[in-house]
């Protein structure tokens, strides 16, 4: 079953929010006879769109190609949340990869998120901002080590914006009995990634790159000259770079042992009276549970609750979205139960087996950044900086990232997802203990 169509159409947006929400760049044409250039880059999400417009504002000749639309995939799709840190808490880190290194990844996670600010600021205002995550522990046993990990945070990083909070404090954040006790994270925040997508993808061809969608590519060749072939073009290209997370398929073998996806699930009710609005999250933050499978949402800026649950492994989506999500959303609030949902939506994303991302030099001109596990909008963006860094001849902190280990799934490609799949459901069941 093919990825890229076996849950969308060709060419096409899902049924979203985001998409309902956002005005579309281009379309771009497909790549068409014999094209060259200096860099060419496969993906036209987060992590593509950065490296072009990072690249391009170099002076370097950059074509991008997506198979479908730019934003199509992870990218337009997420739950918003710009997360501080990496996707491993830095205590898991500093036994990685040491004390030093730890701190290396903490502040390019620090940055990652300016950087989204910054990309907001300048090139998508309308995105939006807003400050604030709030980690919600389900359960009681939780709460002190989530306590002892921002006073880790704030003692050992120096970093005050996160703090504590009660059950009583959490209840008046966020209007449910669901959780225990957690934190604040004022550094941190959400905003509309498609319309962040759609900002960077206009500032990259502003600044004279050329994107191609609709161009699905078929064959590449690697070496000291790269040949990318789609069905209707032949790229020839000095730097190659593998931007693709969850819709990679395996047409980079090596990747794709080590880049798995699976799908998550969000839907956005209509729009909410305001006083009813803030009666669930008061201050407009976003909130991620502990569950393993977690649970994330936040208010629209139209007052719709957004919220994203479930999960799901294999390349087809369940055929009622709207159920399956509504399930976890009424536990949380049951006060939404006859709330309609506007829209619901599925995407496919990228994990790894420690869920840190997967960079890679594949050979010296041919460089790959994905796997972002759920935690790509910052990274991911930030992820295409390094890539524009590597290729300019500054690679210390793409070689950083590469250095961080992402195994090969167990069984390869064939067997990775029934492994997983009883991986899952063995966190599941601990999530209800």
Same mark, same amino acid.
């Given at each position: 079953?093919?990825?890229?169509?076996?849950?969308?159409?060709?060419?096409?947006?899902?049924?979203?929010?985001?998409?309902?929400?956002?005005?579309?760049?281009?379309?771009?044409?497909?790549?068409?006879?014999?094209?060259?250039?200096?860099?060419?880059?496969?993906? !036209? +999400?987060?992590? &593509?769109?950065?490296?072009? #417009?990072?690249?391009? /504002?170099?002076?370097?000749? @950059?074509?991008?190609?997506? *198979?479908?639309?730019?934003?199509?995939?992870?990218?337009?799709?997420? !739950? +918003?949340?710009? &997360?501080?840190?990496?996707? #491993?808490?830095?205590? /898991?880190?500093?036994?990685? @990869?040491?004390?030093?290194? *730890?701190?290396?990844?903490?502040?390019?996670?620090?940055?990652?998120?300016?950087?989204?600010?910054?990309?907001?600021?300048?090139?998508?205002?309308?995105?939006?901002?807003?400050?604030?995550?709030?980690?919600?522990?389900?359960?009681?046993?939780?709460?002190?080590?989530?306590?002892?990990?921002?006073?880790?945070?704030?003692?050992?990083?120096?970093?005050?914006?996160?703090?504590?909070?009660?059950?009583?404090?959490?209840?008046?954040?966020?209007?449910?009995?669901?959780?225990?006790?957690?934190?604040?994270?004022?550094?941190?925040?959400?905003?509309?990634?498609?319309?962040?997508?759609?900002?960077?993808?206009?500032?990259?061809?502003?600044?004279?790159?050329?994107?191609?969608?609709?161009?699905?590519?078929?064959?590449?060749?690697?070496?000291?000259?790269?040949?990318?072939?789609?069905?209707?073009?032949?790229?020839?290209?000095?730097?190659?770079?593998?931007?693709?997370?969850?819709?990679?398929?395996?047409?980079?073998?090596?990747?794709?042992?080590?880049?798995?996806?699976?799908?998550?699930?969000?839907?956005?009710?209509?729009?909410?009276?305001?006083?009813?609005?803030?009666?669930?999250?008061?201050?407009?933050?976003?909130?991620?549970?502990?569950?393993?499978?977690?649970?994330?949402?936040?208010?629209?800026?139209?007052?719709?609750?957004?919220?994203?649950?479930?999960?799901?492994?294999?390349?087809?989506?369940?055929?009622?979205?709207?159920?399956?999500?509504?399930?976890?959303?009424?536990?949380?609030?049951?006060?939404?139960?006859?709330?309609?949902?506007?829209?619901?939506?599925?995407?496919?994303?990228?994990?790894?087996?420690?869920?840190?991302?997967?960079?890679?030099?594949?050979?010296?001109?041919?460089?790959?950044?994905?796997?972002?596990?759920?935690?790509?909008?910052?990274?991911?963006?930030?992820?295409?900086?390094?890539?524009?860094?590597?290729?300019?001849?500054?690679?210390?902190?793409?070689?950083?990232?590469?250095?961080?280990?992402?195994?090969?799934?167990?069984?390869?490609?064939?067997?990775?997802?029934?492994?997983?799949?009883?991986?899952?459901?063995?966190?599941?069941?601990?999530?209800?203990?």
């Amino acid at each position: 079953m093919d990825l890229l169509t076996a849950n969308d159409r060709h060419g096409e947006y899902p049924q979203s929010w985001y998409a309902a929400t956002a005005d579309a760049p281009g379309p771009f044409p497909a790549a068409q006879g014999d094209v060259s250039c200096d860099v060419c880059v496969i993906g !036209g +999400g987060f992590t &593509g769109l950065s490296a072009a #417009l990072h690249l391009a /504002e170099r002076g370097y000749d @950059v074509v991008l190609l997506e *198979a479908q639309r730019v934003g199509f995939g992870a990218s337009g799709r997420n !739950g +918003g949340q710009v &997360g501080m840190g990496q996707r #491993l808490d830095q205590d /898991e880190l500093e036994k990685m @990869v040491g004390k030093d290194d *730890a701190r290396k990844l903490w502040d390019m996670a620090r940055e990652s998120v300016q950087m989204v600010r910054d990309m907001v600021a300048k090139h998508a205002p309308d995105a939006g901002f807003t400050d604030g995550i709030i980690h919600a522990m389900h359960r009681a046993r939780y709460v002190p080590e989530d306590h002892a990990y921002v006073r880790k945070l704030n003692e050992d990083y120096g970093y005050d914006l996160i703090r504590t909070v009660d059950r009583e404090e959490l209840r008046e954040l966020c209007g449910s009995p669901a959780y225990h006790g957690g934190s604040l994270d004022m550094g941190a925040g959400h905003t509309h990634p498609l319309r962040l997508a759609f900002g960077m993808a206009r500032a990259a061809v502003d600044a004279g790159a050329r994107i191609f969608e609709t161009s699905r590519v078929t064959q590449v060749k690697e070496g000291g000259t790269v040949t990318v072939q789609t069905d209707k073009a032949k790229i020839r290209a000095s730097h190659l770079v593998w931007a693709c997370n969850g819709y990679l398929g395996n047409t980079q073998g090596h990747v794709a042992a080590r880049v798995m996806p699976i799908n998550n699930y969000i839907l956005a009710t209509e729009p909410l009276d305001d006083g009813f609005a803030k009666s669930l999250i008061r201050d407009g933050h976003a909130v991620a549970d502990s569950k393993f499978v977690i649970n994330y949402f936040r208010l629209s800026d139209d007052n719709r609750m957004l919220f994203g649950g479930a999960e799901s492994y294999g390349y087809k989506f369940p055929k009622d979205i709207r159920k399956l999500v509504s399930k976890p959303m009424l536990e949380i609030y049951p006060q939404l139960k006859d709330t309609k949902i506007d829209y619901a939506w599925g995407g496919t994303l990228g994990i790894t087996m420690n869920r840190m991302p997967h960079f890679e030099r594949l050979q010296g001109n041919v460089l790959s950044a994905s796997g972002y596990s759920g935690h790509g909008v910052a990274m991911a963006t930030l992820g295409g900086q390094m890539v524009a860094e590597a290729i300019s001849g500054q690679a210390e902190r793409f070689d950083l990232m590469a250095q961080v280990p992402t195994h090969r799934f167990p069984g390869g490609v064939a067997l990775r997802w029934p492994l997983l799949v009883a991986a899952m459901l063995w966190f599941s069941l601990r999530d209800k203990l």
